[in-house]
């Protein structure tokens, strides 16, 4: 069950005693993003689900990646690491294993802490 926090004075109440699993409080995902966005260098965490680590995350590819000009197929990537979606040019992609990445495109990943760190290096 993943429930939506509308009032951050009552994000206490959401919880596994309640019958929720996540709970999704916009605030603090605002926040997050605009504390951790300060530094679009690194990737940052858009949202983080479950208790096990595993996060939505959102990152720019650098002109010096090692992804630049690789599709996903050429890339060693841990299991941990899926990507949902690719923008390149303004164009939003769902990327599949021949989608080559290109300087300035913006992904966005799910990953585990592994997953993360392996993307945190490979865009930079």
Do not use: C, Y
Not at 25 to 30: E, K, M, S, T, V
Not at 48 to 72: A, C, F, W, Y
Request: no cysteine; net charge negative.
């Amino acid at each position: 069950v993943v429930a939506r926090v509308n009032n951050p004075a009552n994000a206490w109440m959401f919880d596994e005693s309640m019958g929720v699993d996540i709970a999704v409080d916009q605030a603090d995902i605002i926040t997050k993003s605009v504390e951790e966005g300060l530094d679009m260098e690194d990737v940052f965490t858009i949202m983080r689900l479950g208790k096990d680590g595993h996060e939505i995350v959102q990152g720019e590819i650098r002109p010096r990646s090692t992804m630049v000009g690789k599709s996903i197929a050429e890339l060693q990537i841990p299991d941990g690491l899926v990507f949902v979606a690719l923008e390149h040019e303004g164009n939003i992609l769902i990327p599949n294993g021949d989608t080559a990445f290109s300087a300035g495109d913006r992904v966005v990943a799910f990953a585990s802490e592994q997953g993360r760190d392996f993307l945190s290096h490979s865009l930079q």
